[in-house]
Nanobody, 123 residues
Framework: QEQLMESGGGSVQAGGSLRLSCTASEYTYSSNCMAWFRQAPGKEREGVGYITSVGTIRYAQSIQGRFTISRDDAKNTLYLEMNSLKLEDTATYYC?????????????????WGPGTQVTVAS
């Protein structure tokens, strides 16, 4: 069964940190590509970064150097560590997965999505 569930969202002051978690079913966690996306109010959903089953990680330029993706295979969990948060990082954050050969930050490639977790950065 394909399943993803995000957690760890909340409110934080600008400059602060949060760690999001995405717990996957065993089936989904074995996917070739797992990623984080986000959608800010009034904006389209955008990619944050992805990690492949062999550990290749890529980030969107907008968050490079501030966010870190990692995974814990023992817990079937994907993480997004967010540091130096800015007001513009306010969004609903989603994790997603697919099993296609090529891993890219394209929404149309991803077949499994979590419900999202809200992150609000305040001044």
């Amino acid at each position: 069964q394909e399943q993803l569930m995000e957690s760890g969202g909340g409110s934080v002051q600008a400059g602060g940190s949060l760690r999001l978690s995405c717990t996957a079913s065993e089936y989904t966690y074995s996917s070739n590509c797992m990623a984080w996306f986000r959608q800010a109010p009034g904006k389209e959903r955008e990619g944050v970064g992805y990690i492949t089953s062999v550990g290749t990680i890529r980030y969107a330029q907008s968050i490079q150097g501030r966010f870190t993706i990692s995974r814990d295979d023992a817990k079937n969990t994907l993480y997004l560590e967010m540091n130096s948060l800015k007001l513009e990082d306010t969004a609903t954050y989603y994790c997603a997965a697919h099993d296609k050969a090529v891993c890219q930050l394209r929404q149309d490639l991803f077949s499994t999505w979590g419900p999202g977790t809200q992150v609000t950065v305040a001044s």
